[in-house]
C-alpha cells in the first residue's frame, strides 16, 4: 500500500533560515509524489510534484525536494524562510486504484517562522 | 482561468439534519474529488467523479453520496448528520482520472459545522 510520513507535527524556524519539511512514502512501485500549501482557512496549493523525470524538483515561491529512492525520501526544503510561508504544508502520494486515483495525504506540518 | 469553486464557504447546521455541497471544476476538468479534512483524521478522500461516474470511494459510511452533472459540477450530501461530520470539505478538479502525475487543483472548501 502506498502511504506518507511527515515527520515533526510543528516546526518553527527563523526568517531567514533554512526550512526543512520531511516526508518519507512507502510505495512498491514508482510513487508520484505532490507537496501541498495550505494557508488559514483556503484550500490547497500546489507547491511541486515529483514524476520521475528528475530527481530534484523546484517548485513555486522558492521551494524545492529531492527524491532519494534509496532513503524513500522526499522532503521540501527552501533556503531561506519568509514570514510568509507561515503555513501548513502536506505531502502527499498518488494511488492507483483500479486504475483511477486518489491523494493519500500525510499528517501535514505546520511551520511557524519567527522574525 | 477560473479556479475551482466551492459553495457555500461556510455552513451551520444541526445533528440529524442532511446537506448539500457544491463544487464547481475548472474549465475543462472532468475529474472531481472529494476530501474530508479535520484536526484528528486528517485530510481524507471520499470519492472522485469522472465523466458522471463515481470511479472510487473511500472508506466512508453511506450517508456520505456524491454525484456529478453533464457539465463536470458535482455536489455531495451527507444525510443524518453527526458531530463528527464537522470538517472543512475540500474538492479538487484535474483533467484525468487516471493520470498518476496528473495535478489536482483544489477549491477554498465548505466549512461545515454541526451542532
Known amino acids: 500500500a502506498q502511504s506518507v510520513t511527515q515527520l515533526g507535527s510543528h516546526v518553527s524556524v527563523s526568517e531567514g533560515a533554512l526550512v526543512l519539511l520531511r516526508c518519507n512514502y512507502s510505495s512498491s512501485v514508482p510513487p508520484y509524489l505532490f507537496w501541498y500549501v495550505q494557508y488559514p482557512n483556503q484550500g490547497l496549493q500546489l507547491l511541486l510534484k515529483y514524476t520521475s523525470a528528475a530527481t530534484l524538483v523546484k517548485g513555486i515561491n522558492g521551494f524545492e525536494a529531492e527524491f532519494k529512492k534509496s532513503e524513500t525520501s522526499f522532503h521540501l526544503t527552501k533556503p531561506s524562510a519568509h514570514m510568509s510561508d507561515a503555513a501548513e504544508y502536506f505531502c502527499?502520494?498518488?494511488?492507483?486504484?483500479?486504475?483511477?486515483?486518489?491523494?493519500?495525504f500525510g499528517a501535514g506540518t505546520r511551520l511557524a517562522v519567527h522574525p | 482561468k477560473a479556479g475551482v469553486t466551492q459553495t457555500p464557504r461556510y455552513l451551520i447546521k444541526t445533528r440529524g439534519q442532511q446537506v448539500t455541497l457544491s463544487c464547481s471544476p475548472i474549465?475543462?476538468?472532468?475529474?472531481v474529488s472529494w476530501y474530508q479534512q479535520t484536526p484528528g483524521q486528517g485530510l481524507q478522500f471520499l470519492f472522485e467523479?469522472?465523466?458522471?461516474?463515481?470511479?472510487n470511494k473511500g472508506n466512508f459510511p453511506g450517508r456520505f453520496s456524491g454525484r456529478q452533472f453533464s457539465n463536470s459540477r458535482s455536489e455531495m450530501n451527507v444525510s443524518t448528520l453527526e458531530l463528527g461530520d464537522s470538517a472543512l470539505y475540500l474538492c479538487a478538479s484535474s483533467t484525468e482520472a487516471w493520470q498518476p502525475n496528473t495535478e489536482a487543483f483544489f477549491g477554498q472548501g465548505t466549512r461545515l459545522t454541526v451542532v
Open positions: 474549465s475543462g476538468h472532468r475529474s
Open positions: 502527499a502520494v498518488r494511488r492507483s486504484s483500479g486504475g483511477y486515483n486518489k491523494l493519500i
Open positions: 467523479y469522472f465523466s458522471e461516474t463515481q470511479r
